[in-house]
């Protein structure tokens, strides 16, 4: 069931926007949590030192190895952003906007 509430204030008229972006901003956060896109990371590489492709490790072709390094990289840069904005909670005067907009845009690739 969903209700909806009409609410009338005289001296917070405007403030809709500000509300709804501060919704946005902790949906953001959700989006694309980088600890657990490390757990998966961590989780190929086990399974590339394990798996054999003709004789030879997963691991140690460098193929793979290169697109594994690229994925891995993707996911450290996703974790100093997620650090970068607990830094920006914590220090109140810094501007979250756009490592916020980088959280949304890793969250929605395919």
């Given at each position: 069931?969903?209700?909806?509430?009409?609410?009338?204030?005289?001296?917070?008229?405007?403030?809709?926007?500000?509300?709804?972006?501060?919704?946005?901003?902790?949906?953001?956060?959700?989006?694309?949590?980088?600890?657990?896109?490390?757990?998966?990371?961590?989780?190929?590489?086990?399974?590339?030192?394990?798996?054999?492709?003709?004789?030879?490790?997963?691991?140690?072709?460098?193929?793979?190895?290169?697109?594994?390094?690229?994925?891995?990289?993707?996911?450290?840069?996703?974790?100093?952003?997620?650090?970068?904005?607990?830094?920006?909670?914590?220090?109140?005067?810094?501007?979250?906007?756009?490592?916020?907009?980088?959280?949304?845009?890793?969250?929605?690739?395919t």
């Amino acid at each position: 069931m969903c209700a909806f509430l009409k609410i009338r204030s005289s001296d917070n008229g405007g403030q809709g926007w500000q509300v709804a972006n501060a919704i946005l901003g902790h949906e953001r956060g959700s989006l694309a949590p980088p600890d657990a896109a490390m757990a998966r990371i961590t989780g190929v590489i086990r399974l590339m030192q394990q798996e054999t492709i003709s004789g030879e490790r997963a691991i140690d072709n460098p193929i793979f190895r290169d697109r594994l390094m690229k994925l891995q990289g993707r996911v450290m840069a996703m974790q100093y952003n997620d650090m970068r904005l607990l830094s920006a909670r914590i220090n109140k005067n810094q501007d979250t906007k756009l490592a916020g907009m980088v959280v949304k845009l890793i969250g929605t690739e395919t």
